[in-house]
């Protein structure tokens, strides 16, 4: 599939934005999607994962609790809720599918094969 990432900006320490990320292709509801993230100077990493169910959802442990991850089958998009934004979560936030069997969600970067071009995140202090 291909993805197209949105809903990045600029927001304040406490502030809240809700990313977006939209699929082509007939083969959505297949697929497990994540979210990850890269700042300046370092790598990237898993931010958050939902399986074909939605039920499976993961998340990494800096952002437990102020993220939601969640999916629209219908839609095709994938949405991350950020609430209680810090600092530290400045970065550009990437999407990313892989078609999967109803058990599996990845939650590392090598295991999907999709990536959408990456929205910026930047919060203030």
């Known amino acids: 599939v291909q993805l197209q990432a949105s809903g990045g900006g600029w927001v304040q320490t406490g502030g809240s934005l809700r990313l977006s990320c939209t699929a082509s292709?007939?083969?959505?509801?297949?697929?497990?999607l994540g979210w990850f993230r890269q700042a300046p100077g370092k790598e990237r990493e898993f931010v958050s994962a939902?399986?074909?169910?939605?039920?499976?959802?993961y998340y990494a442990d800096s952002v437990k609790g102020r993220f939601t991850i969640s999916r629209d089958n219908d839609k095709k998009t994938v949405y991350l809720q950020m609430n209680s934004l810090k600092p530290e979560d400045t970065a550009v936030y990437y999407c990313?599918?892989?078609?999967?069997?109803?058990?599996?969600?990845?939650?590392?970067?090598?295991?999907?094969?999709?990536w959408g071009q990456g929205t910026q995140v930047t919060v203030s202090s």
């Open positions: 990313a599918a892989k078609h999967t069997i109803m058990t599996f969600t990845p939650i590392t970067e090598h295991d999907y094969d999709d």
């Open positions: 939902i399986g074909r169910s939605t039920s499976s959802t």
């Open positions: 292709g007939r083969t959505f509801s297949r697929h497990s």
